[in-house]
């Protein structure tokens, strides 16, 4: 299993980023895939996940401004990020390998390297 973040960069606050995650080599039959980020120093916390049926969850810090969604074949994973602030400066990495589909980092098997985002 391979997860290839992209997207990130700096933005000025009150801009829009979208992250893209690409996944292959996946056979695990569950499609759940999510979204973290982990400052320095800091715990990786889950910023959002969306399953099978494309129900999604989302951390209350990002509510409202961020969007999760799934690429057709379910291979690409996308963040779409608005309205940003400065305090989502960190390192946003992608998820999969989920068994209940939660915002934690111990449901999650697989992770990518991880992008930067600046704001």
């Known amino acids: 299993v391979q997860l290839v973040e992209s997207g990130g960069g700096s933005v000025q606050a009150g801009g829009s980023l979208t992250l893209s995650c690409a996944r292959s080599g996946y056979t695990y039959s569950s499609y759940c895939m999510g979204w973290f980020r982990q400052a320095p120093g800091k715990e990786r916390e889950g910023v959002a996940v969306?399953?099978?049926?494309?129900?999604?969850k989302f951390a209350d810090s990002v509510k409202g401004r961020f969007t999760i969604s799934k690429g057709n074949a379910k291979n690409t994973l996308y963040l779409e990020m608005n309205s940003l602030k400065p305090e989502d400066t960190t390192t946003y990495y992608c998820?999969?390998?989920?068994?209940?589909?939660?915002?934690?980092?111990?449901?999650?098997?697989?992770w990518g390297q991880g992008t930067q985002v600046t704001v």
């Open positions: 969306i399953d099978d049926h494309g129900l999604a």
């Open positions: 998820a999969a390998g989920s068994r209940w589909c939660l915002l934690r980092t111990d449901d999650f098997g697989n």
